[in-house]
């Protein structure tokens, strides 16, 4: 069965930082582009960063641009987000999605369009307070 384990979520301070982690089970990343999404209840799902299959590539939303960080170690079948000077508008549930095709094996898949990722995992809970 494949699947997509998101871990590293928690409760920090404004200003603080947390790296999350998504990992694969059942398949290999090798091949997928990931990108991680973020929820905020009673709000639509928006698009954090993305990056290549091959992990050249990589897009951030505006909102988190400079502060945030999308790497990848194929080796151990794992896609990390860095997140550093977090604000209290960054609290959310944090999603990872992999998005399979040739397409995406040099440039990062969209943040905007969902129907691009085949897979999800269930998400992990990110409290920044203030």
């Known amino acids: 069965q494949l699947q997509l384990v998101e871990s590293g979520g928690g409760l920090v301070q404004s200003g603080g930082s947390l790296r999350l982690y998504c990992a694969a089970s059942g398949f290999t990343l090798t091949h997928y582009a990931i990108g991680w999404f973020r929820q905020i209840p009673g709000k639509e799902r928006e698009g954090v960063s993305s990056?290549?299959?091959?992990?050249?590539?990589?897009d951030y939303a505006y909102s988190v641009g400079g502060r945030f960080t999308i790497a990848r170690d194929n080796a151990k079948n794992t896609v990390y987000l860095q997140m550093n000077s977090l604000k209290p508008e960054d609290t959310a549930v944090y999603y990872c999605?992999?998005?399979?095709?040739?397409?995406?094996?040099?440039?990062?898949?969209?943040?905007?369009?969902?129907?691009?990722?085949?897979?999800w995992g269930q998400g992990t809970q990110v409290t920044v307070s203030s």
């Open positions: 999605a992999a998005a399979y095709g040739s397409s995406w094996y040099h440039q990062p898949p969209s943040i905007t369009d969902e129907s691009i990722y085949g897979y």
């Open positions: 990056i290549s299959a091959f992990g050249g590539s990589t």
